[in-house]
Nanobody, 118 residues
Framework: QVQLVESGGGLVQAGESLRLSCTAS????????MAWFRQAPGKGREFVAS???????NYADFVKGRFTISRDSAKNTQYLQMNSLKPEDTAVYYC????????????WGQGTQVTVSS
């Protein structure tokens, strides 16, 4: 079975930083797109950032200039560096992966809580 496991969430004050990690197991994800999504209480899931197998990146407008997605394919791991955190960033953050020729993210982690206080 393939599995994605997130880590690095926690409680921080506004303006501080966190780095989330997501490690995959079961098979290599070196040739897949990987991404981060988040879901705040009472809201739907929203896209945060993605990274392609050749390291092209895409970001939601609300995190541009603050968050950076990266990956280490040899370690089967992706990261989300979160700087200048705001209270509205509070959410459960999910790691996801999809095959290049598919449109949906089919592999998901269990989520990690990020809470930003004012």
């Amino acid at each position: 079975q393939v599995q994605l496991v997130e880590s690095g969430g926690g409680l921080v004050q506004a303006g501080e930083s966190l780095r989330l990690s997501c490690t995959a197991s079961g098979r290599t994800f070196a040739y897949d797109f990987m991404a981060w999504f988040r879901q705040a209480p009472g809201k739907g899931r929203e896209f945060v950032a993605s990274i392609s197998p050749v390291l092209d990146t895409n970001y939601a407008d609300f995190v541009k200039g603050r968050f950076t997605i990266s990956r280490d394919s040899a370690k089967n791991t992706q990261y989300l560096q979160m700087n200048s955190l705001k209270p509205e960033d509070t959410a459960v953050y999910y790691c996801a992966a999809r095959m290049t020729r598919q449109k949906d993210y089919l592999y998901w982690g269990q989520g990690t809580q990020v809470t930003v206080s004012s």
